[in-house]
T-cell receptor, first 118, second 111 residues
Framework: GAVVSQHPSWVICKSGTSVKIECRSL??????MFWYRQFPKQSLMLMAT?????????EQGVEKDKFLINHASLTLSTLTVTSAHPEDSSFYIC??????????????FGPGTRLTVL | SQQGEEDPQALSIQEGENATMNCSYK?????LQWYRQNSGRGLVHLIL?????REKHSGRLRVTLDTSKKSSSLLITASRAADTASYFC???????????FGSGTRLLVRP
């Protein structure tokens, strides 16, 4: 149980286009999901907290108009990178929180989406 | 923002040896977790230790937590080539349940 999927697993796009990444909890409901960005050989940097039915909470320095987050259901959160530029190329990882379902803030991570902007 | 640092940044050992990784953090925590990440993949949860615990075991893993020094260590005993990965500590600092990750240790276990 507690499987999180991401789609697509990789995407290549042209500069200026928008890319949508989906994060799904497959066998549980997640009121809270998190989005992280990871550059090569670096750690995960939290971008935002996605709450079902409400606005996302963005970390300092993350542009909310550039990284649009929608958490429309208890099993799906989407991250849209708008007007992507080469510097947005990164590995984007989501996680879903199991708090309130018998665990102590154990998060389950998706496999990640590698975005390359040409 | 990152909560803290991990050391060493990289560690290369022979199969069968033990591997120790350290994590330091800056603020008070609710709990601390360790994750493993294989190259280009998502994260796998290894172990969680609460702020009122000092040591925890899971199979070949042993985690210690010293809240007075704001540090934790992960020991992997009898390492295997399959343990080759990056290891991250992550702290849960407030009621939002968001995790703040350390800088990570890249472990290479040579067969």
């Amino acid at each position: 149980g507690a499987v999180v999927s991401q789609h697509p697993s990789w995407v290549i796009c042209k500069s200026g286009t928008s890319v949508k990444i989906e994060c799904r909890s497959l066998d549980f409901q997640a009121t809270t999901m998190f989005w992280y960005r990871q550059f090569p050989k670096q750690s995960l940097m939290l971008m935002a907290t996605s709450n079902e039915g409400s606005k996302a909470t963005y970390e300092q320095g993350v542009e909310k108009d550039k990284f649009l987050i929608n958490h429309a259901s208890l099993t799906l959160s989407t991250l849209t990178v708008t007007s992507a530029h080469p510097e947005d190329s990164s590995f984007y990882i989501c996680s879903a929180d199991l708090t309130g379902q018998g665990s102590h803030n154990e998060q389950f991570f998706g496999p990640g989406t590698r975005l390359t902007v040409l | 923002s990152q909560q803290g640092e991990e050391d060493p940044q990289a560690l290369s050992i022979q199969e069968g040896e033990n591997a120790t990784m350290n994590c330091s953090y800056k603020t008070s925590i609710n709990n601390l977790q360790w994750y493993r990440q294989n190259s280009g993949r998502g994260l796998v949860h290894l172990i969680l230790i609460r702020s009122n615990e000092r040591e925890k075991h899971s199979g070949r893993l042993r985690v210690t937590l010293d809240t007075s020094k704001k540090s934790s260590s992960l020991l992997i005993t009898a390492s295997r080539a399959a343990d080759t990965a990056s290891y991250f500590c992550a702290t849960d600092v407030d009621s939002s349940y968001k995790l703040i990750f350390g800088s990570g240790t890249r472990l290479l276990v040579r067969p």
